[in-house]
T-cell receptor
Framework: NAGVTQTPKFQVLKTGQSMTLQCAQD?????MYWYRQDPGMGLRLIYY???????DKGEVPNGYNVSRLNKREFSLRLESAAPSQTSVYFC?????????FGPGTRLTVL | GEDVEQSLFLSVREGDSSVINCTYT??????LYWYKQEPGAGLQLLTY?????DMKQDQRLTVLLNKKDKHLSLRIADTQTGDSAIYFC???????????FGQGTTLQVKP
């Protein structure tokens, strides 16, 4: 099992560009999450999906959209990137109250 | 509301015990977690405790939960340089699938 995988690992964007962060899990979990991590602020939930076909806003959803393409995949889209979205992005999936995290995507917006 | 607080930094000498503290606000939390993050890596679940327990021990790790004061602590016995990392406390409020994280405590272990 690969667990939770994320692509890309690193990305640099210019302000206004768009991109999609990909996440996939092979553990057959229903729930998937997107977090961002900023220094001194811990992880903050952007969006989550409790099951295939459903998505809900987390604490900091503005500027992002998500798609739960199927049970395995949950993508995060930045339509018009801003410097404030420079962060490390983590995808996670969970079952039975245990969360499994991907390795993260380090995004810089210039 | 939902809020988790941790001190930001702890420095200990190798071989000493480390105690990392956390307070949370949501009394409906059913599970409380400790995660470890090494530099440049994702989060690794260290241990968790169910809210009806006071203590959980797992090798060098001891978790203490004071539900009345909403206080959680992680004790690492015989701390090693490999324990240097950021440690996150997290709660899962009842009836939600969401994890609420603290800001993280950076543990520095000096040889």
């Amino acid at each position: 099992n690969a667990g939770v995988t994320q692509t890309p690992k690193f990305q640099v964007l210019k302000t206004g560009q768009s991109m999609t962060l990909q996440c996939a899990q092979d553990m057959n979990h229903n729930s998937m999450y997107w977090y961002r991590q900023d220094p001194g602020m811990g992880l903050r939930l952007i969006y989550y999906s409790a099951s295939e076909g459903t998505t809900d806003k987390g604490e900091v959803p503005n500027g992002y959209n998500v798609s739960r393409l199927n049970k395995r995949e949950f993508s995060l889209r930045l339509e018009s990137a801003a410097p404030s979205q420079t962060s490390v992005y983590f995808c996670a999936s969970s079952e039975a109250s245990r969360e499994y995290f991907g390795p993260g995507t380090r995004l810089t917006v210039l | 509301g939902e809020d988790v607080e941790q001190s930001l930094f702890l420095s200990v000498r190798e071989g000493d015990s480390s105690v990392i503290n956390c307070t949370y606000t949501d009394s409906s939390s059913t599970y409380l977690y400790w995660y470890k993050q090494e530099p440049g890596a994702g989060l690794q679940l260290l241990t968790y405790i169910f809210s009806n327990m006071d203590m959980k021990q797992d090798q060098r790790l001891t978790v203490l939960l004071n539900k009345k004061d909403k206080h959680l602590s992680l004790r690492i016995a015989d701390t090693q340089t490999g324990d240097s990392a950021i440690y996150f406390c997290a709660e899962r409020p009842g009836n939600t699938g969401k994890l609420i994280f603290g800001q993280g405590t950076t543990l520095q272990v000096k040889p």
